[in-house]
T-cell receptor
Framework: GDSVTQMEGPVTLSEEAFLTINCTYTATGYPSLFWYVQYPGEGLQLLLKATKADDKGSNKGFEATYRKETTSFHLEKGSVQVSDSAVYFCALIHTGNQFYFGTGTSLTVIP | EAGVAQSPRYKIIEKRQSVAFWCNPISGHATLYWYQQILGQGPKLLIQFQNNGVVDDSQLPKDRFSAERLKGVDSTLKIQPAKLEDSAVYLC???????????FGPGTRLLVL
């Protein structure tokens, strides 16, 4: 069945460092892919999404490219800030199916 | 635009007690979801409504969990009786239609003692 695998955390970076959080998926066909972010004490917020191969989602300096050939949707940011400290979830949905979330990757950015 | 509202935000109960959670989705959103998020894990779908009909409840423990969405707007999720392993955050989400982007509420954090 469909599934999402994220790199395990926690991840700790210094401010202005480069961020990559890996996400790979297993699905037949062409699912839509998402990154959600969960700040402490809050619900999940949509960060970005991509609905077809080679699409690039971007928001707030974060980017992720839908790579069909490697079944990946890695999240990247060139320069992280303390305010980016949160838990990041990769997810997919397939028409006729439900949302599948990864286990989440906790990011802490230190000044 | 108002987001998804949930209440209460926190609840502490003893095992074998009952508890209910409430969700008000974004106005106009036809689809409503309830998720269970256990600490350190991603959200797991419990039940999905399209208007006031159930689309998927395959992962809902029906011996103790129930949910309804009367009139196709607000929804309640109930646990009766609660077990220790039900301690989790219960997230409600809504989307304009099935299989579209989901928007989440702040969640209800449940602790069962």
């Amino acid at each position: 069945g469909d599934s999402v695998t994220q790199m395990e955390g926690p991840v700790t970076l210094s401010e202005e460092a480069f961020l990559t959080i890996n996400c790979t998926y297993t699905a037949t066909g062409y699912p839509s892919l998402f990154w959600y972010v969960q700040y402490p004490g809050e619900g999940l917020q949509l960060l970005l999404k991509a609905t077809k191969a080679d699409d690039k989602g971007s928001n707030k300096g974060f980017e992720a490219t839908y790579r069909k050939e490697t079944t990946s949707f890695h999240l990247e940011k060139g320069s992280v800030q303390v305010s980016d400290s949160a838990v990041y979830f990769c997810a997919l949905i397939h028409t006729g199916n439900q949302f599948y979330f990864g286990t989440g990757t906790s990011l802490t950015v230190i000044p | 635009e108002a987001g998804v509202a949930q209440s209460p935000r926190y609840k502490i109960i003893e095992k074998r007690q009952s508890v209910a959670f409430w969700c008000n989705p974004i106005s106009g959103h036809a689809t409503l979801y309830w998720y269970q998020q256990i600490l350190g894990q991603g959200p797991k779908l419990l039940i999905q409504f399209q208007n006031n009909g159930v689309v998927d409840d395959s992962q809902l423990p029906k011996d103790r969990f129930s949910a309804e969405r009367l009139k196709g707007v607000d929804s309640t999720l109930k646990i009766q009786p609660a077990k220790l392993e039900d301690s989790a955050v219960y997230l409600c989400a809504s989307s304009l239609e099935l299989y579209e982007t989901q928007y989440f509420g702040p969640g209800t954090r449940l602790l069962v003692l």
